[in-house]
Structure formats: C-alpha cells, structure tokens
C-alpha cells in the first residue's frame, strides 16, 4: 500500500481557517464541493460518497475501461480525512497533513499496488498481450532441469496507470485518460529461469529410496522432477517440492505392498452345520505411515539430502463366511471312489485341495491361477509327468522365463501345479502373476509333487 505523502497538494481538497471548534473551515471543499461549516461526520460523510462516486476511465487503442476509485486501488479513509481538515490543516498547501492521521498516523488516502497492477492486467488482457515469463521445464531425459525463454508483450505503463489512480485519490474527481500500449518486459528473465533450473536440479539431486516387507522402492530422478513447481517471487523462480506429488508417489508405493484381507469360506449345511472348510481366511495388509514418509521426503530434499525410509505395515483382519451347500456328495466337483486321490483347482475360490475320496487330506490352499488372457483351463484331467526342478518359458515363443523352478507336477499340456518364489500373495486378486499354472508356496508345491502320483484326477473348475 502506498501511503499518498506527496510534493504536491491534494488540488481537489482545501481549507484554511475555521469558523469554530470542530467545524470545517471556511474556504474548506472536497471535490470542488464546499464543506465549510460542517461537521466532523459531515465532512466525512462528503469524503465517503465522493470516493464511492469517482471513477478511473481508461482508453487504450479505442477501447474505454472504467472502473470504480476503489477497484482501481484508490483507498480513502472518509473519517481520518475529515479530521484532518477539521483539525485546521491547510489542506491547499499541505499534502503530508492531508494524507496522515495526525493522531493515529495512518494514511487517510493511499493506493493499493496489488489493485492497480490487477487493473493493469484487466486493461492488458482487453487489448494488450501479455508478457510471457521465463520458466523452467524437464530435460527430454525428464531427470534434468532446463531454462524456457520467456518473451515480451504489449501492455498499459504500470507507472502511468499508478499516477492516474494518484490523481483520483487525491483529488476525489474522476479521471479520464488515454494511456498508450507500451513494451512490457517479462517480470522472470531467461537468466532468472537458468538460475532456478539449476536450483531444481540441486533440489532432486538427493537419492530417495523407501523399503517394506522385503521389497525395495527407488525414485529415480524423471520421477523426482515430476515432484517440483514453481513460484515467481520479485522476479525469481522459486523451485518448490509439491508435496502432493511426492504424497501421490508414497500412496503408489504403498499400494504395491498393501493387500486387501481375504474372507475365509466354510460350507455347511441347511442347519448351519460345518461340512469342511472351503477358503481359509488370510489377512490383509496396510502401510500406516503414510505422511510421516511423505513429510520426511520433502524434508530431506529441501536439507538437499538423501532419504531412506521404511513403509509400515499392520494386517488387516480378515472374516470368515459360511455358505450354504447341499450336504450330499454332488456337492464336490468330482464323483470319486472311496479312497480315491484326487486335486480339486477351485478357480473361483483361488484354492487347490487334495482328496482321497470325499475326505480332505491337504488344503484347502490358497493359490494364484491365470489372469486375463492367460486364463487356466477348466476340465477334468490327471497329472502325467513332475520335475522336481526346471525352467518355465525360456525357450522360443515363451513370452516369459523362470529358471529353476521347483516342484512341478503337469496335469494337463503345459498346465502344471508349481512353486512360485516371486509371488508375495496368493490367493483372490493375486491371480495375475500366473501365465495359466498353479503356483503356490514352495513348501506347498513340495506337498502336492510328493503326493500326486501319476494318474492322480485334477479337476480345474470354477
């Protein structure tokens, strides 16, 4: 705010001697309209509808804005002005006492700069072109900063409008006036904008790595630059770290390790009675720190340095279901002799159970199966050959390889029932990891290769 002490007098109010106590002067005017005699609330009453009603007009290239004192940045204060004048300053020759509250010593008449240069950018927007500052972009490599030259524009002269603005506050008259366009520099320049490139790459420069449940989670730097912005403060760019891309970085790293509780399923009767465990219930997990990641990322990175951080975890509880199935035999998926080995692949429920006639003898297990596209067969079909260790894919065709994988038991073409050491989670939501197999824990894999003799019935429904 720019308080109006000025060299020359407030032309459009005067005063000189006063005709008594807490009266105006005689000769005293606002305006070009007398007070002379009136009140201390008169007086201000006067100041405050004149403001309200002097306007700033501007014409640019034929084109007339006008605006309000006020939303010029004009700013009177009605009550401090009349007191001045009634207090006996000679307004006509002294702008500084017209201007201060003797008592208070705060301006009675001021402009807002912050509101002139908005008008300025109204009038630029309407007929100018705006100047386009200087910025700062990623490399194409994406891990770097580089500078982005700005240009000039067209637009009305700050100082000319501010002088306009001067006048009506001073002289509570409307002004009219024609301003022409004028060459209007970038507020950042290209070497402000190399200055700040160079700050930004100083700013990801530190290496940021987050670990949890054996898993390890890099930001590289194309990732780490997505995290800054900018701000323009006095003709600097400001490289700031956005907090809400780092947080949206954390909550992706999360998310890679959290996984949602899988409801255990067991059948039972009409009556609710238990007929044999169908699903068992496995937990969920969740990261729990969240913020105090993200807050310790922004934290280092401003301290330019490196961040380690571990992401905690807690299990979500999971609930167990009953369903209600027919309690005869045409409830399994298989009509077996008494005694009989057989595997039941229930693709639905993501698990896999070994029979010997309707008896549960391992499981049920959770496993992953096919995903889209890879889906795993439905059928009944018997196990025909077991590796106890052997290379998956990695031949020709095979959009895949894992060597050396354990347990193997083949029940159908390529269709094996396998260990899966990559795999973090079995069971519901985790089926894409698998091409079409079904993978389990080593140790279980182990059981069925061990169990499963060659001729055993696997039956792969849903």
Not at 49 to 54: F, I, K
């Amino acid at each position: 705010m720019l308080a109006l002490v000025l060299a020359v007098p407030l032309a459009g109010i005067s005063g000189r001697a006063a005709y008594a106590a807490d009266l105006a002067p005689a000769g005293a005017s606002i305006g070009g309209q007398s007070v002379a005699g009136m009140t201390r609330e008169e007086v201000a009453t006067v100041v405050a509808d004149r403001a309200a009603n002097t306007t700033v007009s501007i014409t640019v290239d034929d084109r007339t804005i006008e605006t309000s004192l006020a939303q010029a940045g004009g700013r009177v204060d009605a009550v401090a002005l009349a007191d001045a004048l009634v207090d006996g300053a000679d307004l006509a020759q002294s702008a500084a006492y017209a201007a201060v509250d003797q008592a208070a010593q705060a301006p009675a008449a001021s402009v807002d700069a912050e509101a002139v240069a908005a008008l300025a950018e109204r009038i630029d927007a309407q007929v100018g072109a705006p100047a386009v500052n200087a910025s700062i972009q990623p490399t194409a490599q994406g891990d770097a900063f580089e500078a982005v030259p700005g240009s000039n524009g067209r637009g009305v002269d700050l100082a000319a409008l501010t002088g306009v603005v001067e006048n009506a506050v001073t002289t509570l008259t409307s002004q009219t006036v024609e301003l022409p366009l004028t060459d209007v520099a970038p507020a950042v320049t290209e070497d402000a904008a190399e200055r700040a490139a160079a700050n930004a790459d100083a700013l990801i420069s530190p290496e940021v790595s987050l670990t949890g449940e054996g898993e390890s989670i890099t930001a590289d730097a194309a990732t780490r630059a997505a995290w800054v912005g900018t701000t323009a403060v006095d003709g600097e760019l400001v490289p700031t770290l956005l907090e809400e891309s780092v947080a949206a970085w954390v909550d992706q790293a999360a998310a890679s390790l959290e996984v949602g509780p899988i409801s255990g399923i067991d059948n039972v009767d009409a009556e609710g009675n238990l007929l044999e465990p169908a699903r068992p219930a496995q937990a969920g997990l969740e990261v729990t720190n969240r913020d105090a990641v993200t807050d310790g990322i922004v934290a280092a990175l401003e301290a330019h340095e490196s961040y380690t951080g571990e992401l905690a975890t807690q299990e979500v509880a999971a609930d167990t279901e009953q369903r209600v199935v027919s309690s005869g035999t045409d409830r399994f998926a298989y009509s077996a002799q008494a005694g009989e080995k057989w595997i039941d692949i229930n693709l639905a429920d993501s698990t896999i159970t070994a029979y010997e006639g309707y008896e549960q003898v391992h499981g049920p297990n959770l496993m992953n199966h096919g995903g889209p596209g890879n889906e795993t067969i439905t059928g009944t079909y018997e196990v025909y050959l077991s590796y106890e260790k052997q290379d998956l894919g990695c031949s020709a065709g095979w959009s895949y390889c894992q060597r050396d994988v354990a347990w193997v038991t083949y029940w159908h073409g390529n269709y094996a029932i396998h260990s899966a050491p990559w795999a973090r989670h079995f069971g519901v939501g985790a089926d894409a990891g698998s091409h079409g197999c079904i993978n389990l824990p080593e140790e279980e894999a182990h059981w069925y290769y061990d169990w499963a003799e060659t001729g055993t019935t696997v039956v792969s429904h849903y």
